[in-house]
């Protein structure tokens, strides 16, 4: 127990993991195994490197350069992320939601599952069509 205690007293006032220490870190590892099957030393050299820069980041103590760092990553992988993120959510809505598209203007319509046979009004339009659920 004393030993977490020392690390959690080391690392007070230090920048700690984000995003973009997870990114490196991933990265790097997946470098220094990839460079495992191809024997590329390139590969291998380029994953420690991440690996190491990482923990800088994670070590260092100048927060606000950090922060900074961080925000311009996210800022240039917010389109990336936005796009996986709503397929995550359609994906996890598909279970219990149909996702209808209305013939008249393409709005985009949910409806609960296992219905049967039902009308759907178009909340933009008001065009009826008539689904399964």
């Given amino acids: ?5 020392k690390f959690l007293h080391f690392m007070q006032g230090r920048y700690g993991a984000d995003q973009l220490y ?3 870190l991933i990265g790097g590892a997946v470098l220094v195994i990839l460079s495992n099957f191809i024997f590329e030393v390139f590969f291998l050299l380029l994953g420690w490197i991440l690996v190491v820069l990482a923990f800088v980041r994670a070590f260092s103590k100048d927060y606000s ?3 900074a760092e961080n925000q311009k990553f996210l800022e240039l992988t917010g389109k990336i992320r936005k796009v996986f993120g709503k397929q995550r959510y359609v994906m996890e809505q598909r279970k219990d939601y149909h996702i209808y598209t ?12 296992g219905k049967g046979k039902v009308e759907i009004s178009c909340p933009k339009c008001h065009t009826k069509f008539i689904k399964k659920s």
């Fill in 1 to 5: 127990m004393w030993m977490r205690e």
């Fill in 65 to 67: 350069r950090r922060y």
């Fill in 102 to 113: 209305c013939p008249q203007c393409r709005q985009k319509i949910r409806m609960p599952r």
């Fill in 22 to 24: 997870r990114v490196m």
